[in-house]
Nanobody
Framework: EVQLVESGGGLVQAGGSLRLSCAASGFTFDDYDDYVIGWFRQAPGKEREGVSC????????DYADSVKGRFTISSDRAKNTGYLQMNSLKPEDTAVYYCAVGLGYGLGFRGSLYDYWGQGTQVTVSS
C-alpha cells in the first residue's frame, strides 16, 4: 500500500520557520525516472491551493507567487522523502499542508496530476 506521511507542522510565530517532510512508503522513488512531488495547502473556508512542486528528472521547481522567496522545495531520492522549507512565515500561511506525488505527468498544481496524497499536517502561524 502506498502511503505519504507528512510531518514537521506545528505552531510558530510570524517570521519563524518550519520544515515539512513527506515520507513515502509502499513504493520507491528510485523505481521511477520521472516523478513530481507537490505541496498543497488548505486554509479553513478556502479552496486547496498549490504551494510548490519539484520534478525529479531535472530538478525544476514551481512556486505559488505568495511563497516565492520564502519557501524552498527539495527531495531526497535516497531517503524517499520530500521537503518543504518554509521561512519568514506569515499568519496567512496558516493551513493544513498536504504532499502529493505524481508519476510522470510533469510539473503543475492541478490535482489530477498527482497519484498519491498524504493526510496533511497542520501549520499555524501566530501574529
Amino acid at each position: 500500500e502506498v502511503q505519504l506521511v507528512e510531518s514537521g507542522g506545528g505552531l510558530v510565530q510570524a517570521g519563524g520557520s518550519l520544515r515539512l517532510s513527506c515520507a513515502a512508503s509502499g513504493f520507491t522513488f528510485d523505481d521511477y525516472d520521472d516523478y513530481v512531488i507537490g505541496w498543497f495547502r488548505q486554509a479553513p473556508g478556502k479552496e486547496r491551493e498549490g504551494v510548490s512542486c519539484i520534478n525529479s528528472s531535472d530538478g525544476s521547481t514551481d512556486y505559488a507567487d505568495s511563497v516565492k522567496g520564502r519557501f524552498t522545495i527539495s527531495s531526497d531520492r535516497a531517503k524517499n522523502t520530500g521537503y518543504l522549507q518554509m521561512n519568514s512565515l506569515k499568519p496567512e500561511d496558516t493551513a493544513v499542508y498536504y504532499c502529493a506525488v505524481g508519476l510522470g505527468y510533469g510539473l503543475g498544481f492541478r490535482g489530477s496530476l498527482y497519484d498519491y496524497w498524504g493526510q496533511g499536517t497542520q501549520v499555524t502561524v501566530s501574529s
